[in-house]
């Protein structure tokens, strides 16, 4: 196998997001480490063995005994080491309290030590990470473990790996969805990496461009339940809870900036999505401007996947899969601006496969119904939160 082929080792490879955007980008597979089984079936169910299921799956055990040779390869010849470490830990959602911000000190970050063991041993040409942005920002950032774990590969093994970072709305790529996403690489060889130019910065591809043509059985609509369900209706498209306050337009039934800012969110048809959650609830948004749950096949869509790909599990188990993903379509994008700088891929002239197309025209968004009876007594003088850290819901608008 020739030296610096366009491979990729896939780690936390999830449903396969950053995994079939690399693909989409020209890179082949040598193998993929996952530990989560619904994962593993899902991986599996698209990809087969195209895409190597690693065993253990779980990196703490297999990083220790992997070597290229179990791959194929000779040290130096992977092409790209690509991988999103478990971002609970670096979450915005993290932020809400002191005990849940622990960043590597949090047991779930101890895998990202076992992952830039990987780059010692392969040497790759190119590492490619992708995470919260909360992973490269503010006081619990992995930055300072990356930047030294390098630093004494390139001391031992002559390499010249230079950590570059840069956080990202997805939408501004052509993804339907508002996704903030910090972005790192890391080359062996200490080339500066020229960062894709967004492409739609101005011009974001909307939810209804994702997702207005599906047509859906009435068995793949999820319920609406939960005690809130009821209200929901009430609040317009592209608005959540914080319509029924008394800095919105509706009818002031909470307090300001008292709930996340997922409670009660709904899409809006020409706007990108806002960003989906990999921790389903009764109340957790975003919901479909009619006034129900994403559809597994929305949410796919609404995160660039085709609506065909395999999800297995039950629709809690598909949420969490599909909200943990990394876009695929940025994942093209950065993939194809790797091959070229440091394969001489060429990409002329071909469209980026995991494109969303746009719509021909875009519906008015449907008029707000009435508060319910059932709300009414709730409609009163509710104090906003105070502030950051006074009190036990903080003032945060998590999209993470």
Known sequence: MPEDNLTVLSAFSGLGGLDLGLEAAD???????????????????????????????????????????????????????AGGPPCQPFSKAAQW?????????????????DFLGLVDVFLPRAL??????GFVQGEVSALALIDDSLRDINRSEG??????KLV???????????????????????????WPEPSHADTPISAWDAIGDLQLEDEELPELVGKWAGLLPSIPEGRNYLWHTDRGGGEPIFGYRTRFWSFLLKLKKSEPSWTLSAQPGPSTGPFHWDNRPLAT?????????????????????????????????????????LAAQLFGQHFQGRDLKLRTD????????????????????????????PGPGKGPMPRVSSRD
């Open 27 to 81: 890179f082949s597979h040598v193998g993929c480490i996952e530990h989560d089984e619904w994962a593993r079936t899902s991986l599996k169910a698209n990809r087969g063995d195209a895409w190597p299921l690693l065993d253990p799956g779980d990196i703490t055990l297999l990083a220790p005994q992997l070597r290229p040779s179990a791959l194929g390869l000779k040290r130096r010849e992977l092409g790209l080491l």
């Open 97 to 113: 309290s002191a005990a849940a911000r622990l960043g590597l000190d949090d047991v779930r970050s101890h895998c990202l030590r």
């Open 128 to 133: 490619l990470i992708e995470n919260v942005s």
């Open 159 to 164: 390499t010249h790996y230079q950590l570059q």
């Open 168 to 194: 990202v709305d997805a939408a501004d790529y052509g993804v339907p969805q508002r996704r903030q996403r910090a972005l790192l690489v890391a080359c062996r060889e200490g080339e500066v990496f020229q």
């Open 297 to 337: 096949k929305e949410l796919l869509r609404l995160q660039s996947f085709p609506a065909d790909w395999v999800v297995e599990g039950d629709h809690r188990d598909q949420v969490h899969q599909v909200g943990n993903a990394t876009p695929p379509l940025l994942a093209e994008v950065v993939g194809r601006a």
């Open 358 to 385: 746009r719509a021909d025209r875009i519906p008015a968004a449907r008029a707000r119904r009435p508060v319910p009876n059932e709300f009414l007594h709730l409609v009163g003088n509710h104090p906003a939160h």
